[in-house]
Structures are given as C-alpha cells and as structure tokens.
C-alpha cells in the first residue's frame, strides 16, 4: 500500500508544482492589441437547427438593444426552409441561411458555410458576432462590447450568465462551469495580457481574420476551444468583457450534462492533438505572447497528474479494504474509516472552491440563494463526476455532436 501512496504523492506534487510554475512564469507576457481605424459595422451569426422554442427570445433581445444593429445583418442557420424557425426569423426581418451540406452536423461547420454564403455576397463586417439560439443578450450587450472592439481586439467574449440556473441544482452546477473558466482563469489571463479560453458563444471575431480564412475554419467537436488554441498560436489579442452579459440555458437533466461534457473533453483532447507539438515549437522567451503559449502548450497536464494520483490513493484504499475484509483482517474497518475521511476531504476542498467561485462571482451570477446553497453542497459532487467523464471520452471509439434540447425551462 505505501507504494500506491508514495506514486500518488508524488504525482500529486508534480502536478501542484507545475501549475505553480507554469502560472508564475506565464505571467511574462505583453499581447497588446493595436488600435485599428473602424466602423460598427457588425454582423451576427446564429447557428439554429430546430430551435423555434428559444430562437424568438434571442431575436427579441437583439432587436432591443440599446446599441441598434440591423436586423438583416442578422444571419440564423437552419437546415429546412420548412423549419418553424425561419417563421418566427421573418417576423424579425432577419436573414435566414439554408445550409447545403447536411452531412457535416457540427456547429463549425454551419458557421462555415454561412460565412462562406456571406462572403460570396461580397459582404464586409467589421466583426462577426456568434450566439447560440437559446442566448438571450443583456440590453447593453453590444453598447459595452464597442469599446472593447475600438481598442483593437481581435477577439472579444461577454460574461456567460445563467438563464436557468434557479430551475434545479444540475443547471446551477453546469453554470458554475463556466465561473470557473471565466472568473477564475480568464479574469486573470486579461490581467495579464494573456489570450483567453473561448467557451460556447457570445463572442466576436474581426472581420479582417474572417475575410482572411474565408469561411469559419474551426470545425472539432468543440470549435471554441480550437478557436483559443488558434488565437494563442498566432498571437492574436483576446479580452474577456465581463460587462457584456449573455444569458446562456444550461442542461436540466443530469444525463444531458454527461453527453455535453463526454463531447466537451473528446473535443478538448481532439484539439490537444492538432495543436500541442505546434505550440510546443512555437515557445521562445522572447515572444510577446510567450505566457499564453506556455500556459496552453501544457494545458490541463498538472491537473490531470493531480486527479490520476488523487484515483491511485483512492483505488488502493478500496482494495485493501476489500482485500482485508475478505481475509477477515480487522484492518478493513481502518481501512473503511481512512476511505471515508478520504472521500469527505476531497468533498470538502471542492465545496470550498464552489464557496470561493460564488463569491467571486457576487452578484454577477443569475442564482438565488436558495439555488447558490444547493449549488454549494452540489457541485463538488458534480465536479467529481467529471473523472467517469474523462475516462468514457478518452476510450470511447467515437463521440459525436449530440442535440440537446432547449426550451426545456420550468419558466419563461
């Protein structure tokens, strides 16, 4: 057993003493953006199969923002002129595109074709704007995002907010997700002019970079965090704008979050292998963008090394607890008190991270208190079940893009 216990120690310390490391040293960074003479000239992008339940309370809040945006430089993408979608789309006056090929079903490609659709029209936007059809925008989304944009960034993400988060503990548990990716980590990457992780939609991209890939060329199972990859790579400048606020419908129905991040990790891993040995090469101290590339080059490793010896401690109290119940060695009931106290601990630690991203998140975050007190004694569990996650993306034969429906909300 102390063989199990010294290899878990150690890879846990590895894993402790390479985040430290790799957050201490990425903070050596100065990717500036440089300011670039523009108009507003905005178009938005709505990827929108089927999507008739919520795609009007998108439309809505775009039409009534404070910043006015022409509603037919709004482009929602379906798949059948028969789809109740495009009735509810001309109600709004916006544009609707039909997709062609049918076959490729992931959101990256929808985009692709319809940017490629847009700039056969010889249609120049100074930024794109893409939404998922269950997004509804605060009222200020885009009067914010302006000054943002006017500083050159080349891309930009709004604050993810919950639409539903106070409709069940599994959507505030998913919403805390993206606290964590957002308030934790890309909060501090703007603080330090590092590129940030681009997670689902509400972002923009500049037109000068659509025009020079000529379409969307992001097409993995998660095509935002290739975005990122690309971005970090080609040091490209990124701001996370926590003054746009989208509202974002998290799943209500634990077996749809299990999907959603099965396909969340594959895709994550899909585009390790795209990306990692070219970011690995591209390191130079000298880099202005050095500490993004660093910090995405190793990626989740030290978390990962972290969780593997977390399992191997936790794996090896289990079977010598077993092993010694079987012999019918009073050792196992040692062993039983030593798993549980286990199992509380790491329970414990993941409350108190949940209890810490509630906090940072304040008010910002759409929970009552009632939903931020069953996210606080839920989540952890919620995190822990990411493990099993892992382990079905990582040895599945394929993972592919599954529907998860909207509108699905106990209120409106």
């Known amino acids: 057993m102390i063989v199990f216990r010294i290899i878990s120690i150690i890879l846990i310390f590895i894993g402790i003493f390479m985040a430290t490391m790799i957050s201490f040293i990425s903070r050596k960074n100065c990717n500036k953006p440089k300011k670039r003479k523009c ?20 439309l809505k809040s775009i039409k009534n923002q404070s910043y006015k945006i022409n509603m037919k430089d709004v482009y929602v993408v379906v798949e059948s002129i028969k789809d109740e979608t495009v009735n509810i789309c001309k109600k709004y006056n916006t544009s609707v595109f039909v997709r062609k090929d049918l076959d490729l079903k992931r959101k990256g490609y929808a985009l692709d074709e319809a940017v490629k659709y847009i700039l056969s029209c010889n249609k120049n936007y100074d930024a794109y704007f893409i939404f998922d059809a269950d997004n509804v925008l605060d009222e200020n989304y885009f009067k914010n995002m ?42 501090k990457k703007n603080r330090e002019t590092r590129n940030i992780t681009f997670s689902g939609t509400g972002f923009y991209i500049r ?49 749809n979050t299990i999907n959603q ?56 109290l289990m079977f010598f607890m077993i092993y010694n119940f079987l012999l019918n060695d009073k050792l196992w009931k040692s062993n039983a008190l030593e798993l549980i106290i286990y199992l509380f601990a790491i329970y414990f630690i993941l409350m108190v991270m949940t209890f810490v991203m509630l906090i940072l998140e ?51």
């Open 39 to 58: 108009t507003h000239n905005f178009c938005v992008l709505i990827p929108a199969r089927y999507e008739s339940r919520v795609i009007e309370g998108l």
């Open 146 to 187: 302006i000054p943002v944009f006017d500083k050159g960034y080349d891309l930009a993400a709004g604050y993810r907010n919950c639409k539903n988060g106070n409709d069940g503990v599994v959507p505030a548990a998913s919403a805390l997700t993206f606290s964590l990716v957002n308030t934790v980590f890309n909060e």
């Open 207 to 255: 037109g000068y970079l659509i025009k020079k890939w000529g379409g969307y060329p992001f097409h993995t199972l998660t095509e935002d965090y290739e975005l990122s990859s690309y971005a970090t790579l080609n040091n490209l400048t990124t701001y996370y704008n926590v003054n746009s606020v989208f509202y974002d419908e998290q799943p209500l129905r634990f077996k």
């Open 261 to 316: 991040r099965i396909r969340w990790i594959r895709g994550y891993f899909d585009v390790r292998k795209l990306y990692s040995k070219k970011m690995f090469q591209s390191l130079d101290s000298a880099d202005k963008n050095y500490g993004s590339k660093l910090d995405e080059a190793f990626g989740i490793i030290p978390y990962i090394l972290i969780v593997i010896g977390l399992v191997i401690w936790l794996l090896s």
């Open 362 to 412: 304040g008010k910002k975050i759409n929970l009552n208190k009632k939903s931020k007190l069953k996210a606080l004694f839920y989540n952890p569990i919620f995190m822990i079940t990411y493990v099993p996650c892992a382990i079905r993306a990582l040895t599945a034969k394929e993972v592919s893009w599954t529907r998860v429906e909207h509108g699905n909300t106990k209120k409106s």
